[in-house]
């Protein structure tokens, strides 16, 4: 199953590894230098303003989309995706 995650990007939701919130990664110096050490890998889909942060092998997405959208797109009764909160 593939999930849109912004800017006509869709992403396989099996390669999803975690999606936080925009306050989380503004909060947490660990997640700070992880982007520092990834950030090639960081794919911008927003105009700088994101309401999330998802974590996929090899990519880094900072999404427009809230998590509780994105969540609720995992969640689709054909989804396979097991989420732990």
Do not use: Q
């Not at 230098?33 to 794919?43: D, G, P, R, T, Y």
């Not at 942060?53 to 009764?77: C, D, E, F, Q, W």
């Amino acid at each position: 199953m593939y999930i849109h995650v912004g800017d006509d990007v869709m992403i396989r939701s099996s390669e999803i590894i975690a999606i936080l919130e925009k306050d989380t990664v503004h909060s947490s110096d660990e997640i700070k230098h992880f982007l520092a050490e990834n950030e090639k890998a960081v794919v911008h889909l927003s105009n700088g303003n994101f309401k999330s942060m998802i974590i996929t092998n090899p990519h880094v997405y900072l999404s427009p989309i809230a998590p509780g959208t994105l969540k609720k797109r995992l969640l689709t009764p054909e989804s396979d995706v097991e989420i732990d909160d």
